[in-house]
Nanobody, 123 residues
Framework: QVQLKESGGGLVQAGGSLRLSCAVS????????MGWFRQAPGTEREFVAA????????YYSATVKGRFNISRDNVKNLVYLQMSSLKSEDTAVYYC????????????????WGQGTQVTVSS
């Protein structure tokens, strides 16, 4: 059974940086694209970034492009989200998710989710 566990969230001042990690159990990690999503109170879960199975292709939402960087380590079964120049509007619970063979930026297309990690950016 595949399990995802996020870590690295916390409280940071605006303009600061954080790196989130997602540890993935299971042998099929390296064959799946992976994504990061976030959800602020009262809002729908939104796409943040995704990375192809081998790390060769990355995707970002317009709101984080140029500030966030997604990467992966297929040896350690880890996915990272490096967040820089953080803004108060980045405050949310951040989720790691596994993509099935066919996926889109719609969170409903991802099939396995972690429990999330809180990121709070103070202004």
């Amino acid at each position: 059974q595949v399990q995802l566990k996020e870590s690295g969230g916390g409280l940071v001042q605006a303009g600061g940086s954080l790196r989130l990690s997602c540890a993935v159990s299971g042998r099929t990690f390296s064959s799946h694209a992976m994504g990061w999503f976030r959800q602020a109170p009262g809002t729908e879960r939104e796409f943040v970034a995704a990375i192809s199975w081998n790390g060769g292709i990355t995707y970002y939402s317009a709101t984080v492009k140029g500030r966030f960087n997604i990467s992966r380590d297929n040896v350690k079964n880890l996915v990272y989200l490096q967040m820089s120049s953080l803004k108060s509007e980045d405050t949310a619970v951040y989720y790691c998710a596994r993509a099935p063979t066919s996926w889109s930026r719609d969170p409903r297309s991802f099939d396995v989710w972690g429990q999330g990690t809180q990121v709070t950016v103070s202004s």
